[in-house]
């Protein structure tokens, strides 16, 4: 039988042992899920306390609650932060941040030191498996180099197999999860496709396979470019509208009433979390590198970036209607969170509108049931705990954030100024 028959048995029969490296917002639902189809997990990551609390059954992810991780701890999931037991697992899956560095550029340095810990512990009958956003290409340039550098010369797709399968993680839904999100796989080769669906395919309902690893790629980067793209352009509506005295909330939800050829997506603070505003990014940047300008992407980008400036604009001319200056006033900004119902801070545009406010002398203060302190640049600020004071004392209320467990028409009625980014109360 070859290598790969017997690791497709393996992952059939349940018998397998797989590893996950990074366990946040993507690593630790999947492991969770590799352990409910009945395989033998361990969860890898540097962050001690992560490792302590999952061992414990303890969960720090909002998708995942405690009662189902103590569920899979400790017969079937683990965790450690020893790179060592990768030299017994079957498959591995690499689940690692990969942000843009401070001149916008892709900083792939997670994966790449992911990689070379496989490399050091890569033996036949082993999958790998990236799951980190990232530009086409990088599998195949980046990591298999690194694996076929092994001193027995295992060759891809005959002694150990690798893949790409882009994480579609949306915290915060219940509806859509890991298990029930239709999943994009590409093989380096055939057969690593073959083997990496079969070890998948036990914990994931749908796989949608694709002819490479550069395609599977390119999915994950088009799908929030689309989003990225169609949201600017929203935003720019409601620039265009401000400027023609018009509602364009009013002007989307006519739009949206059109039952063919229009969907509707919505203006807002600006883009926030661990996609929208990043991945486009890393797709633009290959592409400068082969001399192409995105400039869709770009266009987007930049009209979403400044949507915070715009909004605190708007604090100050609201500001101005009452008389008063945006330096010294009380601005409460409601919600910090990137959107509602999570704790997730990552590129949450209400940062930038509390930091752009204090650079113009506002005193600010935030309310989010989500997140009861944050540390963000040089700010450090925790939840003002009695809403209904804050909203007393402040001459102005920003709505960043629209959490259900807001009360929108109490809000109206208490705030003497109201900015809403979110056009949240609009039929209040």
């Not at 017969?75 to 450690?80: I, K, R």
């Not at 498996?129 to 990088?138: M, N």
């Not at 496709?193 to 749908?206: M, R």
Request: proline residues 6%; charged residues 20%.
């Amino acid at each position: 039988m070859s290598i790969e028959s017997e690791l497709i048995a393996r992952f059939t029969n349940k018998t397998a042992h797989v590893a996950v490296i990074g366990l946040g917002y993507v690593g630790l639902p999947l492991a969770v899920n590799f352990a409910q189809a009945g395989y033998r997990v361990t969860g890898i990551d540097l962050d001690k306390r992560k490792v302590d609390a999952i061992n414990r059954g303890e969960s720090y992810i909002e998708d995942i609650p405690s009662g189902v991780l103590s569920a899979c701890v400790p017969h079937s999931l683990t965790a450690t932060t020893d790179f060592g037991i990768l030299a017994q697992v079957d498959a591995v899956s690499i689940c690692v941040p990969t942000p843009l560095n401070k001149t916008g550029d892709p900083d792939i340095s997670f994966i790449i030191n992911a990689t070379v810990e496989i490399a050091r512990r890569l033996h036949p009958g082993m999958l790998v498996v990236l799951e980190s956003t990232t530009y086409p290409g990088t599998t195949t340039e980046v990591m298999l180099p690194r694996l076929t550098e092994n001193p027995a010369g295992w060759q891809v797709g005959k002694d150990f197999f690798l893949a790409f399968s882009p994480e579609r993680v949306d915290p915060g839904r219940i509806d859509f999860t890991t298990r029930n999100t239709p999943k994009v796989m590409g093989g380096v080769t055939p057969a690593c496709l073959a083997v990496a669906l079969a070890c998948y395919g036990q914990a994931i309902e749908t796989l949608v396979p694709v002819s490479s690893s550069e395609a599977a790629e390119m999915v994950k980067l088009f799908e929030n470019t689309f989003r990225s793209v169609n949201i600017g352009l929203a935003n720019e509506l409601l620039l265009m509208c401000d400027k023609l005295g018009l509602d364009a909330w009013e002007v989307l939800e006519a739009a949206a009433t059109k039952p063919f050829g229009f969907m509707k997506f919505t203006p807002g603070p600006g883009l926030g979390g661990h996609c929208i505003p990043i991945d486009p990014l890393y797709l633009s940047w290959k592409l400068r590198t082969l001399q192409y300008n995105a400039r869709f992407i770009e266009l987007a980008s930049e009209i979403n970036t400044e949507m915070p400036r715009y909004w605190v604009q708007k604090v100050q001319d609201r500001l101005n209607d009452v008389g008063k200056a945006v330096k010294g006033s009380q601005v409460l900004v409601l919600g910090v969170a990137y959107k509602k119902n999570v704790s997730d801070l990552r590129e949450s545009p209400a940062l930038d509108i509390i930091h752009l406010l204090q650079n113009k002398g506002a005193r600010v203060d935030y309310h989010d049931p989500f997140v009861p302190n944050f540390t963000y640049e040089e700010l450090s600020l925790a939840s003002v705990p009695d809403l209904e004071a804050a909203l007393k004392c402040a001459d102005c209320v920003v709505i960043a954030t629209d959490h259900a467990q807001y009360d929108w028409r109490d809000i109206a009625r208490h705030a003497k100024v109201l900015v809403d980014t979110r056009h949240v109360t609009e039929n209040a």
